[in-house]
């Protein structure tokens, strides 16, 4: 059972450059998410998607991208990296649709510095 | 705007204490209350309440909602080294919306 997989694990990155941190689950769930976790904070929310094609922004949006052409997939892409998105990255996903919320499914996170 | 508040911050106990941790929330179009713990990686899922009153138990870990003060706690009993962790509770709203507390942070002593 290999849920939800994130890679890389750890990354440094200088200021200025890009990368694309993957997300892939194989639950076959609808929805998936995209956060940030600052030392001593809760996690906040960067993007999310309903569906394969269906994208939205989250409270923490800026300098981010994201896609979602497959069900399984949802890379996040950062473009010109600045210090302040050094964090532990962590993408989750739950089935969705309508009633009570489910837990959400989490990767084991991407540990990114930017120097 | 939507929020969940979480105390203490942090604590530190002794093997064999109990511990009660709290939250508290506002979230709008309100569905269920989630705890989970984190340790070194991701976070791992608890316990997700819809109903007040009702307790829910694993173990040496219960926890409770009332809906109508908008607050929730998780008792662990028996402390044990491993329960030292990072607790997060997570107030969920609408179909997709999760928002996270700051955490409580718990260290066990042996």
């Known amino acids: 059972n290999a849920g939800v997989t994130q890679t890389p694990k750890f990354h440094i990155l200088k200021i200025g450059q890009s990368m694309t941190l993957q997300c892939t689950q194989d639950m076959n769930h609808n929805y998936m998410y995209w956060y940030r976790q600052d030392p001593g904070m809760g996690l906040k929310l960067i993007y999310y998607s309903v569906g394969a094609g269906i994208t939205d922004k989250g409270e923490v949006p800026n300098g981010y991208n994201v896609s979602r052409s497959t069900t399984e997939d949802f890379p996040l892409r950062l473009e010109l990296a600045a210090p302040s998105q050094t964090s532990v990255y962590f993408c989750?996903?739950?089935?969705?649709?309508?009633?009570?919320?489910?837990?959400?499914?989490f990767g084991d996170g991407t540990r990114l510095s930017i120097l | 705007e939507d929020k969940v508040v979480q105390s203490p911050l942090s604590l530190v106990v002794h093997e064999g204490d109990t511990v009660t941790l709290n939250c508290s929330y506002e979230?709008?179009?309100?569905?269920?209350l989630l705890w989970y713990k984190q340790e070194k990686k991701a976070p791992t899922f608890l316990f997700m309440l819809t109903s007040s009153g009702i307790e829910k138990k694993s173990g040496r870990l219960s926890s409770i909602l009332d809906k109508k003060e908008l607050f929730s706690i998780l008792n662990i009993t028996a402390t044990q080294t491993g329960d030292s962790a990072i607790y997060l509770c997570v107030g969920t709203s609408g179909t997709y919306k999760y928002i996270f507390g700051t955490g409580t942070r718990l260290k066990v002593l042996a």
């Open positions: 979230v709008t179009n309100f569905r269920s």
């Open positions: 989750a996903s739950t089935k969705g649709g309508s009633g009570a919320n489910q837990p959400q499914h």
